[in-house]
């Protein structure tokens, strides 16, 4: 169960009192669902078992967007697509994202739209009329809610106990955090911030966080006022694809330091670090995985040399003593077979990968592959990776050394961004746009501060 903050309690209130007259689909509607879908999520087609925590029921358009709860209105899907990649985008949009080509696209799509067909009866929908009643209704509760929250945090103030809002040094991670990204961070209590050792604070207060200037950029990058970011990044990436994302998407969705064990099989939690994306970025017809460094280089390969001689080819399994040419794609104890080759395979050159002679992953080409990997796993058709950092030939030598083996058709997709020249490029804003003109001041700041401008 997701923990119980304040605007969860206000959703819960006001999905509450649309029950009451927008109902959701009974069970028999449910598995009528399961039936017309084949098991299987209509957005990315991940086979579905009933019963099982990840088969959920998603809203085609939100209760926030004026959807209903109607059987219509309500897809098998995963718990991937529904609570962490799709969010509030138009179901068409993301399904375009969760496709590998037109003719997968177009029978996905005539799915789903049978289904609407099939299901639709409009003397059972919620009017909007109605809709508008019951949420002028919840308003009310929750202005009533609101207060008496006030009173109780005025209670805990007087008692002298602290409220939980976040880790002893909330405030001065706020404060290295440019400010128009602080919507981006919707719990700074449970937000996962980097801490130098377990049990530290953590360092999303100092001057050279990659965390905090992560969030800075890409939070200012998808806020609604970041137009003008928006577009001075595209530019600067020279991506016709991106440029065209940002004039045309309406609104834009960020997830920061994104997991998904499922991605690339990494499982069980406790066995190795899952990929963590720094941010994630949707926009219009685009889905951006940004890689952020700001002082720390790209991440190596923990394998050799105890457990893996740092060769690909057969014998270079210290530990297990397998065949295989590389030792993560192969059971460990509990510890799953990873898809980073599987997956780095489908976009890359044939020859790419010889075996024999070094891994070509044994060193900073690690974290490049993983979140390359991760990219075409959250949006198989139209992904871009942007590896954001200030700009340095030993990091493009590393990140390139991977890009090179792709094929032709995937190499334009990864896109470097040198923050140095992004504060110089938002900073010559300040007579047309104030977000962009600060964010280049904060950054500038921050990139002096670590002796990079």
């Avoid at 098991?39 to 579905?48: H, I, N, Q």
């Avoid at 609101?146 to 404060?175: F, H, M, Y």
């Avoid at 140095?420 to 047309?432: F, M, T």
């Amino acid at each position: 169960m997701p923990k119980i903050t304040v605007s969860y309690a206000k959703n819960i209130i006001r999905r509450a009192l649309r029950e009451i007259v927008d109902p959701s689909p009974e069970p028999d509607q449910l598995e009528l669902a399961w039936k017309h879908f084949e098991s299987r999520c209509a957005y990315c087609g991940v086979v579905l078992t009933r019963g099982s925590k990840h088969a959920h029921f998603d809203h085609l358009i939100s209760a926030a967007g004026g959807g209903v709860n109607h059987i219509s209105n309500r897809v098998l899907c995963c718990s991937d697509c529904n609570e962490k990649e799709k969010l509030d985008r138009p179901w068409d949009e993301f399904l375009r994202c969760k496709t590998g080509g037109a003719t997968e696209y177009e029978e996905r799509l005539r799915k789903i739209t049978d289904w609407i067909t099939m299901r639709a009866q409009p003397g059972e929908l919620l009017s909007n009329d109605d809709s508008t009643v019951v949420d002028g209704l919840a308003d009310e509760v929750n202005v009533f809610f609101q207060t008496r929250v006030d009173k109780v945090r005025e209670l805990r103030a007087r008692t002298g106990r602290s409220s939980p809002t976040g880790p002893a040094n909330v405030d001065s991670i706020r404060d290295n955090i440019f400010d128009e990204a602080h919507f981006a961070i919707e719990d700074w209590a449970g937000f996962p911030w980097h801490r130098p050792k377990k049990g530290a604070l953590p360092d999303a207060d100092r001057p050279h966080s990659s965390q905090a200037f992560c969030i800075s950029v890409w939070g200012a990058f998808a806020a609604q006022r970041g137009g003008r970011v928006r577009a001075v990044i595209a530019e600067l990436l020279n991506d016709e694809s991106m440029v065209r994302a940002v004039a045309t998407s309406k609104a834009v969705s960020l997830r920061l330091e994104d997991v998904n064990r499922r991605r690339l099989n990494e499982f069980p939690a406790g066995w190795g670090n899952p990929t963590q994306l720094d941010a994630v970025v949707s926009l219009s017809d685009v889905t951006v995985v940004v890689e952020s460094k700001l002082t720390e280089t790209l991440g190596r390969c923990s394998q050799p040399p105890k457990q893996c001689s740092g060769d690909f080819k057969p014998g270079s399994d210290i530990k297990t003593k397998s065949n295989a040419p590389c030792r993560l794609g192969v059971q460990d104890g509990q510890r799953t077979p990873r898809l980073y080759w599987d997956v780095i395979r489908q976009i890359s050159r044939p020859d790419a990968y010889p075996e024999g002679g070094k891994c070509p992953f044994a060193g900073p080409g690690y974290q490049t592959m993983r979140v390359i990997a991760s990219a075409v796993q959250v949006c198989r058709s139209s992904w871009r990776v942007v590896f954001a950092y200030p700009f340095d030939q030993a990091t493009r030598r590393e990140i390139d050394s991977v890009v090179e083996r792709l094929l032709p058709e995937y190499q334009d997709r990864i896109l470097h961004l040198d923050y140095v020249e992004l504060a110089r490029a938002l900073s010559r804003e300040a007579e047309s746009d104030p977000i962009a003109r600060d964010l280049g001041a904060h950054m500038s700041a921050r990139l002096r501060m670590c002796g990079l401008l």
